[in-house]
């Protein structure tokens, strides 16, 4: 079987890779081309994206740091730090 693209996005509470994880999105295509199931999960798969890196995971985007200054308050949107990280793994047969 060919190896396939994987993609995990990791969403943290600062830029940097040693920050804690608190959301994240799979983006699987060794799983095939169709959606067994949508599973929710009670922990992320990696708690920094360090121990995503030291599992085999590449680094394709960081966040950058932004400045802010105390009347900035809450922003609300997206989580502002995210990590995109990649790895390729052998397509599973669908069957």
Same mark, same amino acid.
């Given at each position: 079987? #060919?190896? &396939? *693209? %994987? ?9 940097? @890779?040693?920050? $804690?994880? &608190?959301?994240?999105? =799979?983006?699987?295509?060794?799983? +095939?081309?169709?959606?067994? %199931?949508?599973?929710?999960?009670? %922990?992320? #798969?990696? !708690? ?5 890196? =030291? /599992? +085999?995971?590449? &680094? @394709? ?8 200054? #105390?009347? /900035?308050?809450?922003? @609300? +949107?997206?989580?502002?730090? $995210? ?5 390729? !793994?052998? @397509? *599973?047969?669908?069957?």
């Amino acid at each position: 079987m #060919p190896s &396939v *693209q %994987d993609i995990l996005v990791l969403f943290q509470t600062a830029p940097a @890779l040693d920050s $804690q994880v &608190v959301a994240w999105a =799979r983006y699987e295509a060794s799983k +095939g081309t169709r959606i067994q %199931d949508l599973v929710e999960e009670a %922990d992320p #798969p990696y !708690n920094t994206a360090i121990e995503a890196m =030291r /599992d +085999g995971w590449q &680094v @394709l985007q960081m966040s950058e740091l932004k400045h802010r200054v #105390p009347e /900035d308050g809450y922003e @609300l +949107g997206p989580l502002p730090y $995210q990590t995109v990280m990649s790895r390729f !793994n052998e @397509l *599973q047969e669908e069957g």
